[in-house]
């Protein structure tokens, strides 16, 4: 049995899930997945064959309504998830994440021709929706479906595929996040979480980040057939699904979601690779600067000075809400209510998922920020950097009037992606 790590203050300091359902077995929850369902059907009867050709004042209600569906059925998967985040151990957390995805997929099948049909949106008919103010509101929306017509399978494709998406990259997804959850590392003569293992890579004293590089690695050694399976596997699927709708380079789907270009792209990791020389330099400098003969793995993190001191949960709240309250008192309220309301989640427990995230829910619902805080300063601002996250999903003017549901979380290169995972 792994020992806890050493306390901060922030071992109570738990999600409150009560404003999403009251536990995994909730009635409410099988409520919202059946009554999700029904306005899927009811939306595919009403407008399958009609999508790319309804004048504006017709497209603008149907998005509106289409708006009021993804609402209404967003909450039972995002409270599975976040179940599952805090304990991946847990067998109620996880049925319940596999029947919210099947629900979700059953769902899905249903709103299939929506992206198909938005996509074949002709110049002339967009033209048209342009021109009208309301209609244009989801202007953003139909060029993005738009991007990707080239890409798309036929609908029967797609529907097999939306019904085999729960046994698919999810699922495996899924399988490897539980076993890291699982990890468990030899520090010392103490069985710790991988998480606060991690940690010691970044203490001043040499002997104690090599002892903990040499523990981490056998640790990371166990199972790591499984892991490697899973992720080789994750990869093949991808190559299929790339070559099924010919995308030209491995990268090209992720750019296009990501609305940027592969030459961009491209020109980009040029720039990165062409000056390997700036890395190689400055760990010659910190090779220096640290007295070493050799630089070993265990020294990329290593700080240059005497600066890692430990830090209470109160010390970094205090640290974080004077940084936001000088920038803005508008900003430093809403931080505020992350802590007063239970929308933070920031133990070190062993089953829970390592990294830290913010999750938006719906522009009428709060988001939800997950931390492994283990007391250190770096983790004060990987807290100051999902409440950032967090400030701009619960902002209660967002979305702005000329936005909404479906710009509610922007691409990657303008924000993040809504989980960071991994240590920042």
Same mark, same amino acid.
């Given at each position: 049995?792994?020992?806890?790590?050493?306390?901060?203050?922030?071992?109570?300091?738990?999600?409150?899930?009560?404003?999403?359902?009251?536990?995994?077995?909730?009635?409410?929850?099988?409520?919202?997945?059946?009554?999700?369902?029904?306005?899927?059907?009811?939306?595919?009867?009403?407008y399958k064959g009609r999508? /790319?050709?309804?004048? #504006?004042?017709?497209? /603008?209600?149907?998005?509106?309504?289409?708006?009021?569906?993804?609402?209404?059925?967003?909450?039972?998967?995002?409270?599975?998830?976040?179940?599952? &985040?805090?304990n991946t151990q847990d067998?109620?957390? $996880?049925?319940?994440?596999?029947?919210?995805?099947?629900?979700?997929?059953?769902?899905?099948?249903? $709103?299939?021709?929506?992206?198909?049909?938005?996509?074949?949106?002709?110049?002339?008919?967009?033209?048209?929706?342009?021109?009208?103010?309301?209609?244009?509101?989801?202007?953003?929306?139909?060029?993005?479906? +738009?991007?990707?017509? #080239?890409?798309?399978?036929?609908?029967?494709?797609?529907?097999?595929?939306?019904?085999?998406?729960?046994?698919?990259? &999810?699922?495996?997804?899924? %399988?490897?996040?539980?076993?890291?959850?699982?990890?468990?590392?030899?520090?010392? @003569?103490?069985?710790?979480?991988?998480?606060?293992?991690?940690?010691?890579?970044?203490?001043?004293?040499?002997?104690?980040?090599?002892?903990? &590089?040499?523990?981490?690695?056998?640790?990371?050694?166990?199972?790591?057939?499984?892991?490697?399976?899973?992720?080789?596997?994750?990869?093949?699927?991808?190559?299929?699904?790339?070559?099924?709708?010919?995308?030209?380079?491995?990268?090209?789907?992720?750019?296009?979601?990501?609305?940027?270009?592969?030459?961009?792209?491209?020109?980009?990791?040029?720039?990165?690779? @062409?000056?390997?020389?700036?890395?190689?330099?400055?760990?010659?400098?910190?090779?220096?600067?640290?007295?070493?003969?050799?630089?070993?793995?265990?020294? +990329?993190?290593?700080?240059?000075?005497?600066?890692?001191?430990?830090?209470?949960?109160?010390?970094?709240?205090?640290?974080?809400?004077? &940084?936001?309250?000088?920038?803005?008192?508008?900003?430093? =309220?809403?931080?505020?209510?992350?802590?007063?309301?239970?929308?933070?989640? =920031?133990?070190?427990?062993?089953?829970? /998922?390592? @990294?830290?995230?913010?999750?938006?829910?719906? #522009?009428?619902?709060?988001?939800?920020?997950?931390?492994?805080?283990?007391?250190?300063?770096?983790?004060?601002?990987?807290?100051?950097?999902? %409440?950032?996250?967090?400030? @701009?999903?619960?902002?209660?003017?967002?979305?702005?009037?000329?936005?909404?549901?479906?710009?509610?979380?922007?691409?990657? #290169?303008?924000?993040?992606?809504?989980?960071?995972?991994?240590?920042?």
């Amino acid at each position: 049995m792994a020992r806890a790590v050493r306390e901060t203050g922030a071992e109570t300091v738990r999600w409150d899930l009560s404003d999403l359902y009251t536990s995994p077995t909730d009635p409410a929850i099988e409520t919202t997945l059946a009554n999700a369902l029904e306005r899927a059907k009811a939306f595919e009867a009403k407008y399958k064959g009609r999508v /790319a050709t309804l004048d #504006p004042t017709d497209f /603008a209600a149907m998005m509106r309504e289409l708006e009021e569906d993804e609402d209404a059925a967003a909450k039972p998967e995002v409270y599975a998830y976040l179940l599952h &985040s805090q304990n991946t151990q847990d067998p109620a957390a $996880g049925r319940l994440l596999a029947r919210v995805r099947e629900a979700g997929a059953e769902r899905g099948s249903h $709103g299939v021709f929506f992206t198909l049909e938005l996509a074949q949106t002709s110049d002339e008919q967009a033209a048209r929706l342009y021109a009208d103010a309301e209609a244009a509101r989801y202007r953003h929306t139909v060029e993005e479906a +738009r991007k990707f017509r #080239p890409h798309q399978l036929s609908e029967p494709e797609e529907r097999v595929l939306t019904d085999y998406s729960p046994v698919g990259n &999810s699922a495996w997804t899924r %399988l490897f996040e539980e076993l890291c959850a699982g990890i468990r590392v030899d520090l010392d @003569g103490r069985q710790v979480v991988l998480e606060e293992a991690l940690t010691q890579l970044r203490e001043p004293d040499r002997e104690v980040r090599r002892r903990a &590089s040499a523990a981490v690695t056998v640790a990371l050694g166990n199972d790591i057939r499984t892991r490697g399976y899973i992720f080789n596997v994750i990869l093949q699927e991808k190559a299929i699904d790339d070559r099924l709708r010919k995308f030209p380079l491995w990268i090209s789907s992720r750019n296009l979601a990501n609305e940027t270009s592969d030459e961009a792209v491209q020109a980009l990791v040029e720039a990165v690779t @062409g000056r390997y020389d700036i890395c190689v330099r400055y760990y010659r400098v910190k090779k220096k600067l640290l007295g070493v003969g050799d630089l070993h793995e265990w020294d +990329r993190y290593a700080p240059l000075q005497e600066v890692s001191r430990n830090v209470s949960w109160d010390e970094a709240k205090d640290l974080v809400l004077g &940084s936001y309250h000088r920038f803005s008192n508008k900003a430093g =309220a809403l931080v505020e209510d992350f802590f007063n309301k239970g929308w933070i989640d =920031a133990p070190v427990v062993p089953g829970k /998922a390592g @990294g830290a995230y913010c999750m938006p829910v719906t #522009p009428r619902h709060h988001p939800y920020v997950m931390l492994n805080f283990t007391g250190k300063l770096r983790d004060v601002t990987v807290l100051a950097h999902e %409440l950032g996250h967090g400030l @701009g999903h619960a902002l209660p003017d967002r979305p702005p009037p000329n936005q909404h549901f479906f710009d509610f979380t922007p691409p990657p #290169p303008r924000a993040r992606p809504r989980r960071c995972l991994g240590r920042h």
